[in-house]
């Protein structure tokens, strides 16, 4: 349990962040601290209008790693606990799979917004 809230703190300190720039092309910008958000590097040549970019936390990836971490506390906590087998496997099977699907979808769309 202490780890999952040491792992969901850091989470929280360092989340993800995106940038958005013209014509809403979205990149990763990465994990970063909180209280300091990435820089954005535009290279432009001198004869170009300047390029708007923001940078912001990528909700979504953010939202996914909190319920990857909640889910899969949950369950270790399920499965470890005193509980007799029927309930462990009753209740903990499931939310460790949950966590698992939870895992591989956010993987897969990671590697998809590249």
């Known amino acids: 349990m202490i780890s999952a809230l040491l792992l969901f703190a850091v989470s929280e300190a360092f989340p993800p962040w995106v940038s958005v720039g013209p ?3 979205k990149r990763s910008a990465g994990y970063h601290s909180i209280s ?30 909190r319920m990857i971490i909640a889910l899969t506390a949950v369950a270790l906590m399920l499965l470890a606990s005193d509980l007799n087998r029927f309930r462990k496997v009753l209740f ?11 895992l591989i979808f956010y993987v897969v769309m990671l590697i998809e917004s590249r």
């Open 92 to 102: 903990g099977g499931p939310t460790l799979a949950a966590a698992t699907a939870c």
């Open 23 to 25: 014509l809403s092309s």
């Open 36 to 65: 300091h958000p990435p820089s954005v590097e535009i290279s432009h040549s001198p004869n170009e209008l300047p390029i708007h970019v923001t940078v912001s936390v990528d909700r979504f990836r953010l939202y996914g790693q």
